[in-house]
């Protein structure tokens, strides 16, 4: 059971927007920068967004992150063939002193 | 580039113990937080242990008391020493840069505890 909660899977058709959801509390999320990393099959992830929104380099700005209370987003519009991956939240927990991670969604383009 | 490279992965039994290397080149290494993060085949990632430029440590409850984060500056390397292994701590291990996120990954190393 993951501290951060994700839907297990999302999907989209081409050129749609989609959006990820990550919740969690007010130790993790509700204080503290999400962070979001976007992960393909048998490769390593890549950090996607940094301090709730920001993009790094090199990063389409396709990608948004966004920060409510205690919950965050990722959204991604029109929707490519190529953004088939798992999806991570993490941020840092107060009360367990350390990070954590969201269970992942895979999302399917259809 | 910057860029981080794992090793000593391999299969251990139940009980026993493993030391993980993390090479790093392609930035000033002492200068950084650096983590290890875990991932089980087919399933999602789980942080494991973080040191800080200062040397300060911190680790995931799951493996507390178990596995021992250090860093050795002038060889830019960072080591995590894995005593006690149990058949859940089998996963892909990865370490990674501490700078806005984790960023950098490596490659990641497979550590297999069974008998």
């Known amino acids: 059971q993951s501290v951060l909660t994700q839907p297990p899977s999302a999907s989209g058709t081409p050129g749609q927007r989609v959006t990820i959801s990550c919740s969690g509390s007010s130790s993790n999320i509700g204080s503290k920068n999400v962070y979001w990393y976007q992960q393909f099959p048998g490769t390593a992830p890549k950090v996607l967004i940094y301090r709730n929104d920001q993009r790094p380099s090199g990063v389409p700005d396709r990608f948004s992150g966004s920060k409510s209370g205690t919950s965050a987003s990722l959204a991604i519009s029109g929707l490519r063939s190529e953004d088939e991956a798992d999806y991570y939240c993490a941020a840092w927990d107060d009360s367990l002193s350390g990070h954590v991670f969201g269970g992942g969604t895979k999302l399917t383009v259809l | ?115």
């Not at chain 2, 000593?8 to 009980?15: A, F, I, K, R, T």
């Not at chain 2, 930035?27 to 650096?34: A, P, W």
């Not at chain 2, 596995?67 to 995590?80: D, G, V």
């Not at chain 2, 501490?98 to 960023?103: A, I, N, P």
Request: overall charge neutral; proline content about 3%; some cysteine.
């Open chain 2, 1 to 115: 580039e910057v860029q981080l490279v794992e090793s000593g992965g391999g299969l251990v039994q139940p009980g026993g113990s493993l030391r993980l290397s993390c090479a790093a080149s392609g930035f000033t290494f002492s200068s950084y937080d650096m983590h290890w993060v875990r991932q089980p085949t087919g399933k999602g990632l789980e942080w494991v242990s973080g040191i800080g430029s200062a040397g300060d440590t911190y680790y995931a409850g799951s493996v507390k008391g178990r596995f021992t984060i250090s860093r050795e500056n002038a060889k830019n390397s960072l080591y995590l020493q894995m005593n006690s292994l149990r058949a859940g701590d089998t996963a892909v291990y990865y370490c990674a840069r501490g700078s806005e996120g984790f960023d950098p990954w490596g490659q990641g190393t497979l550590v297999t505890v069974s008998s």
